[in-house]
């Protein structure tokens, strides 16, 4: 694999990463190969913006692909930086920063930038139904007022969230009444 080959993968596989948990910058570029925990799909951040060490799940899909990305990169130590240049090094954050942008907008991704993906990632785990005070944890937020300014809920998020959990809605539907008929002026 050539240098430019393997610089692709990895950005790819920081997307996969990115997405999944939404990381900061930090904590990416300082993850060695022993804080991913295969057997139990956690992932030791140590170095975290709060500056305690804390563990986050990994999804099963996410695990297949860092699995693979150890064989490429050809990791043979837990102490190996696990994003790594293309001679083993850690990488530089502006470096990074720089590469993905490249990557992404390669891709047609117009606005790109590592935090978007934290953006992205807790907007999603919202709306796929998550819980707000887990997504406060694997984010390593100290409050709930920080998970607020990461998820900008827009109007139509909204109105589709409230017709999916809408707590009598869902008891209607228990009781097998019949949904009423909207009333219109």
Not at 145 to 173: C, G
């Amino acid at each position: 694999m050539t240098s430019k080959e393997f610089t692709e993968y990895r950005n790819w596989v920081i997307n996969q990463y990115l997405l999944d948990n939404g990381n900061r910058l930090s904590t990416l570029i300082n993850l060695v190969v022993e804080d991913l925990n295969f057997p139990e799909f956690t992932i030791k951040m140590r170095h975290a913006k709060n500056r305690r060490q804390q563990y986050i799940g990994m999804s099963y899909d996410l695990a297949q692909i860092l699995k693979e990305y150890i064989l490429i990169a050809g990791h043979t130590s837990g102490k190996d930086f696990f994003f790594c240049d293309k001679n083993g090094n850690q990488i530089k954050a502006r470096r990074l920063q720089e590469s993905l942008a490249e990557y992404n907008k390669s891709r047609g991704v117009a606005r790109t930038g590592i935090h978007r993906y934290r953006h992205t990632f807790a907007k999603k785990f919202l709306q796929d139904g998550g819980d707000p005070f887990v997504l406060k944890d694997i984010l390593g937020q100290q409050t709930m007022e920080m998970v607020n300014k990461y998820v900008r809920y827009y109007a139509s998020d909204l109105v589709e969230s409230i017709q999916k959990h809408s707590p009598l809605s869902t008891m209607r539907e228990q009781l097998g009444l019949k949904k009423r008929r909207i009333i219109t002026g």
